[in-house]
């Protein structure tokens, strides 16, 4: 049980972590780019990074699932203890929807534009990608707290 909550506290701050970059400056860095540079930082880093966080994402639901069930399974959890730790589960589901439903929709959208041939309103669509990012940073963010409060015997 140990064994999974600390894999599972590692998993909910390699999520955080993006989270805290992006707070901390990257979106303002890509505020600050042209359309070309926008267009090419948003095409590579999606080809690079989507596969390897979409499983961090799936195996952090599928750890954290099994903490819950394992929780209730053995009836060790205080109250707290397993709010907590559904909380942060019901936070990382609120991020895949928002990931899903917003920033999936627009990645696929910005694959396809060239640095001469966007949208003339592609400002309009990186500050909506900027907006579903932030709302993910922080969930991702209080989800790892939340987990971490999990933790702590109070």
């Avoid at 989270?19 to 880093?45: D, K, N, T």
């Avoid at 750890?63 to 707290?80: C, D, E, K, P, R």
Wanted: some cysteine; glycine content about 6%.
């Amino acid at each position: 049980m140990k064994i999974l909550a600390f894999c599972n506290a590692l998993l909910y701050a390699l999520i955080a972590g993006q989270g805290f970059y992006m707070l901390l400056g990257g979106s303002q860095a890509l505020r600050q780019l042209s359309v070309g540079a926008f267009i090419e930082q948003r095409q590579s880093v999606d080809k690079a990074i989507a596969r390897n966080l979409s499983a961090s994402y799936l195996l952090t639901l599928i750890y954290s699932a099994s903490y819950i069930f394992l929780l209730v399974w053995n009836g060790g959890a205080t109250q707290l203890q397993a709010a907590a730790t559904i909380m942060a589960f019901l936070l990382l589901v609120a991020d895949v929807l928002i990931a899903t439903k917003g920033n999936a929709p627009l990645n696929k959208e910005i694959n396809t534009w060239q640095a001469h041939a966007h949208p003339m309103d592609w400002t309009t669509h990186r500050d909506l990608w900027i907006r579903y990012m932030t709302w993910r940073n922080w969930l991702a963010i209080f989800a790892l707290i939340a987990f971490l409060l999990s933790l702590v015997q109070f």
